[in-house]
């Protein structure tokens, strides 16, 4: 257990609403990344962070945005939620080299 | 960022031995090969890594090639619980510019049956 908690762990929200989900560590790791996992596309990089205020972009970035302010926690944030951002989100840190998952929060944007 | 080439899905029989082979051909030297698997709706989990020598660790064996241009990953005696999705990952092991982004592949969906 790397002591990554997600939250929320389900959420049902409408389209154009903003929603926040947040990951939070408890060891004090630099790296930390967001997930999202979709039938028939496997984990996709949404965005990752090296440091407080210290983020980057992953491979579909576009309509999510980060944030770092302290260490423990990593928020990822849909300003305005779209029913193509309904997925599966999961949030990674990385310790000595190795990915710790967090137990994912599932999004459904009606 | 080095690309890998997995098989999209492996069956295999339970008891058996289970070969996922990957193939990463524009490694970069200081990248090490990660393998993960994701077993249904959970995180991915770590399994085993190596750079260039055979690793073993209590899930797994790690070969890798010479030259380093592909990669297999040894479950000896594969039960129902190892059904799972497996991704073959280069990742630098030290700091540098490509370091932070950590992208995954489609991965090998392993069956294991009865």
């Known amino acids: 257990d790397a002591g990554i908690t997600q939250s929320p762990r389900h959420k049902v929200t409408e389209t154009g609403t903003p929603v926040t989900l947040r990951c939070h560590q408890t060891e004090n790791h630099r790296y930390m990344y967001w997930y999202r996992q979709d039938p028939g596309h496997g984990l996709r990089l949404i965005h990752y962070s090296y440091g407080v205020k210290d983020t980057d972009k992953g491979e579909v970035s576009d309509g999510y945005s980060v944030s770092r302010s302290k260490t423990e926690d990593f928020l990822l944030t849909l300003e305005s939620a779209t029913s193509s951002q309904t997925s599966v989100y999961f949030c990674?840190?990385?310790?000595?080299?190795?990915?710790?998952f967090g137990e994912g929060s599932r999004l459904t944007v009606l | 960022d080095a690309k890998t080439t997995q098989p999209t899905s492996m069956d295999c029989a339970e008891g058996r031995a289970a070969n996922l082979p990957c193939n990463h051909s524009?490694?970069?030297?200081?990248?090490?090969v990660y393998w993960y698997r994701q077993i249904h709706s959970q995180g991915p989990q770590y399994i085993i890594h190596g750079l260039k020598n055979n690793e073993t660790n209590e899930m797994a064996s790690l070969i890798i090639t010479e030259d380093r241009k592909s990669s297999t990953l040894i479950l000896p005696h594969a039960t129902l619980r190892d059904t799972a999705v497996y991704y073959c990952?280069?990742?630098?092991?030290?700091?540098?510019?490509?370091?932070?982004?950590?992208?995954f592949g489609q991965g090998t969906i392993l069956t294991v049956h009865p």
């Open positions: 524009t490694i970069s030297g200081n990248e090490y």
């Open positions: 990952i280069p990742q630098p092991n030290a700091g540098g510019t490509s370091y932070g982004k950590l992208t």
């Open positions: 990674a840190i990385r310790r000595a080299g190795e990915l710790f």
